[in-house]
Structure formats: structure tokens, C-alpha cells
């Protein structure tokens, strides 16, 4: 029986060590871990940041692009007929949407979505505005009627994309 009691001595406080040990050892490895998630993290944002600005800065160069002005003033005098001069547009805003298509891996959703609608309302602006036009009609008049329509229906649809990216910008970045 005394044998029982030394051992119960002995072990019980050597057990009650190993546990603190344990604890102490198995929060030393938390804290590390967290410490390491954390140094991981901050170097996948210092990597990202810089790729994710970039983004938003091709994709408001896009939307600058794109813009029925900017468009007009870069186009005009390319083509002769109406026909040629609608389908440079549409090829010109359809090849700078796909060589920028992959930036929408670093934009929001709702940012992607707006620079779309944008796109697709500039299209519609062109379409509308080739509609009474007849196909050889020289190139100027499209470029009149583009202007006259988005002037007479308020249509500006790069600006609201535009504003929206740039304050998304200023949320996620500033």
C-alpha cells in the first residue's frame, strides 16, 4: 500500500508537469502557426496590391477607350461608309474588351459588371445611331448621329462605370 501512495506521489506530480508541457508547447505551435498565416498573408497582399491596381487602371483606360468621344475622335477617318465605320467601332470595343478580359479576376463583381454594362450600352449607342442611317453614307454623319443621340437621351456610359471603379478603388486601396 505504501508503495501505491509513493507512486501516486511521484506520478502524479510528474504527470501534471508533462500536461503544463504539453499546453504550454502545443500554444507555442498555435502561436507560430497564426504567425505564419498572418507573414503569408501579407505577402500575398504586398504581391496582389500591385497586380489588382493595375487592374482597375487598364480597365479605366478601357472605359476611357471606349467612350463614344474618345472613340470618334481615335476612328474618324479610317473608313468611308457608315457600314465600314460601324463595324471599326464594334471590332475596335470588342478587341480592347477580350485583351483586357482577363482583369476581371482582380475586380469585385459589381465592378466587372458596370465596366459590361458600359460596353454593351456604348454598342447599343452605336447600333441606335446607325439604325436611319443608310449603310454607304459617308462615315461624318455616323459620327454626328452617334454625338446628337448621346447628347439627346443623356447617354454617357463609360462615366458611371468610370466613377464606380474609381471609387471602388478608393474603398478597397486608399
Known amino acids: 500500500m505504501e508503495l501505491v501512495a509513493d507512486l501516486i506521489k511521484v506520478l502524479l506530480p510528474a504527470g501534471l508537469v508533462l500536461w503544463a508541457m504539453c499546453l504550454t508547447v502545443s500554444s507555442f505551435i498555435r502561436k507560430e502557426i497564426v504567425e505564419k498565416e498572418l507573414n503569408i498573408k501579407a505577402e500575398t ?25 474618345n472613340l470618334l475622335i481615335r476612328l474618324t477617318g479610317r473608313v468611308a461608309t457608315v457600314a465600314e465605320f460601324q463595324q471599326l467601332m464594334l471590332s475596335e470595343i470588342r478587341e480592347e474588351f477580350s485583351h483586357n478580359l482577363s482583369q476581371q479576376v482582380y475586380m469585385s463583381d459589381e465592378a466587372w459588371l458596370n465596366i459590361k454594362n458600359a460596353m454593351n450600352e456604348t454598342v447599343a449607342l452605336i447600333n441606335l445611331s446607325t439604325k436611319d442611317l443608310a449603310p454607304e453614307a459617308p462615315a461624318l454623319e455616323l459620327s454626328k448621329r452617334i454625338l446628337e443621340v448621346a447628347i439627346s437621351k443623356n447617354i454617357s456610359p463609360s462615366d458611371d462605370a468610370l466613377k464606380f471603379i474609381k471609387q471602388e478603388m478608393r474603398d478597397n486601396f486608399m
Not at 489588382?52 to 479605366?60: D, I, K, N, T
Open 45 to 69: 497582399i504586398k504581391t496582389l496590391l500591385p497586380i489588382r491596381l493595375q487592374a482597375y487602371e487598364r480597365m479605366a483606360l478601357f472605359l476611357e477607350r471606349i467612350s463614344p468621344n
